[in-house]
């Protein structure tokens, strides 16, 4: 239904269509904004160490340096399309 939804949106008739479809395509957008946001709490959870040491225990990483940077600028628009 996601890549369904996605394809309506992106079309005129959608702005057209029943109360029933943009209110599927609400609860799908809430839906992933909710996801969005847990994400970020367990990627910006800190814990501290036995030597006191502050960490992040949740990481998202690659060993492709280019990866790497998409990756970051991925979860910058993320956190920023939810704030």
């Known amino acids: 239904m996601g890549e369904e939804l996605v394809k309506k949106l992106?079309?005129?008739?959608?702005?057209?269509?029943?109360?029933?479809?943009?209110?599927?395509?609400a609860a799908h957008i809430e839906e992933l904004e909710s996801g969005?946001?847990?994400?970020f709490t367990l990627l910006d959870k800190t814990e501290e160490s036995d030597e006191g040491r502050v960490f992040h225990p949740n990481k998202i990483n690659s060993?492709?340096?280019m990866d790497v940077e998409k990756l970051e600028q991925v979860l910058s628009n993320?956190?920023?399309a939810i704030q």
């Open 63 to 65: 060993c492709r340096a």
């Open 10 to 25: 992106r079309r005129v008739e959608f702005w057209q269509a029943d109360c029933g479809v943009r209110m599927r395509a």
């Open 78 to 80: 993320l956190k920023g």
């Open 36 to 39: 969005i946001r847990e994400l």
